[in-house]
C-alpha cells in the first residue's frame, strides 16, 4: 500500500500481481494494471508517478495522465524487487543483496541506471538480504544520504556523492536479525522490525540504540513497523493477530 504526499490517491498490489490505484476520498477505482508476476513493492514520485517493483526483477512505472496512462518498464536485477525509495529525482531499489540508484529522468523516460552499490559486506556465514531503503537529510546539512539495512548485517549509511559508507550499525548495538524498517520524518531515527524479540528504535546520527521494545512476536517472520502521528509513535505488526501502537516520543 502507498499513499501520494497529499494523500489524494492510493495504490495496492498483492502478490497475485494486480495493482490498483484508487481515489482516496470517494474509493473509486481509478486504474488497474496487471504485469504478468508478482507486485512486492510501490512508491510514488509525486502525485502523477507510481513506480512498482516486481517478482521477475523488472522495475515498471505508471505515469497517470489527463486521458491515458503510459507504462514504461525493463529488467533491472537479478532478484524480485522488494524495496524502493524515491527522493528528489532518484529512486533506490533493493533486491536480494542488490542496491542500485537510478536517475529519474521525467515523463516519458524510464530511469538510467546511475550506480550500483554492490554488497558493503562479505560474508561466507550469512546470506546479505536487504531489508529496507530510505533516504534523508543529515540533520542540520543539506547533504542527502541513503540508509539501506539487512537482515543479518546490520544498517548501513550512504553519503551520496561517492557512495562511501559513512556509518555502520551493528554488532553488540544492532541485535538479533533486521527485518522492516521505518525512518522518522526528521530523519534522525531509524525504527527496526527484529525478529527476535520485537523493535528497535536507532539514533541515525550516533549510531545508538535509544529503545527496544519488546512483545510477542510468535513466528520468526517480516512484521511492518511505521512511524506515525509525526514520529512521536510507532505502530508494528505481529504473526499473532495483533497490532500495537506504541508513543516514543
Known amino acids: 500500500v502507498a499513499f501520494t504526499l497529499d494523500g489524494s490517491l492510493i495504490a495496492t498490489s498483492d502478490l497475485g500481481g494486480k495493482l490498483c490505484i484508487w481515489n482516496t476520498w470517494s474509493g473509486k477505482l481509478l486504474h488497474d494494471y496487471t504485469p504478468g508476476t508478482t507486485i512486492l513493492s510501490l512508491t510514488w514520485a509525486g502525485s502523477r508517478t ?107 549509511v550512504f553519503e551520496t556523492q561517492n557512495w562511501a559508507v559513512l556509518r555502520q550499525i551493528h554488532g553488540d548495538s544492532a541485535p538479533g536479525y533486521m527485518a522492516r524498517s521505518s525512518l522518522s520524518p526528521d530523519g534522525v531515527h531509524l525504527a527496526v522490525s527484529n525478529l527476535a524479540y520485537g523493535f528497535d528504535i536507532y539514533d541515525i546520527t550516533t549510531g545508538a540504540l535509544v529503545l527496544t521494545i519488546s512483545h510477542e512476536v510468535g513466528k520468526e517472520y517480516p512484521v511492518p513497523v511505521l512511524f506515525i502521528h509525526g514520529g512521536r509513535a510507532i505502530v508494528g505488526g505481529s504473526t499473532v493477530g495483533t497490532l500495537n501502537i506504541w508513543y516514543v516520543d
Open 50 to 156: 507510481i513506480y512498482c517493483g516486481l517478482g521477475d526483477g523488472s522495475i515498471v512505472s505508471l505515469q497517470l495522465q489527463e486521458s491515458e496512462v503510459i507504462i514504461l518498464g525493463g529488467w533491472s536485477h537479478t532478484y524480485p524487487v522488494e524495496h524502493l525509495a524515491v527522493d528528489q529525482g532518484k529512486l533506490a531499489s533493493g533486491a536480494h543483496s542488490e542496491v542500485c540508484i537510478w536517475k529519474l529522468n521525467g515523463d516519458g523516460c524510464h530511469p538510467v541506471l546511475e550506480h550500483e552499490l554492490g554488497q558493503p559486506v562479505r560474508s561466507e556465514d550469512d546470506e546479505v538480504l536487504v531489508t529496507g531503503l530510505h533516504w534523508c537529510t543529515k540533520p542540520g546539512r543539506s547533504a542527502k544520504m541513503l540508509i539501506a539495512t539487512y537482515m543479518h548485517h546490520g544498517i548501513y
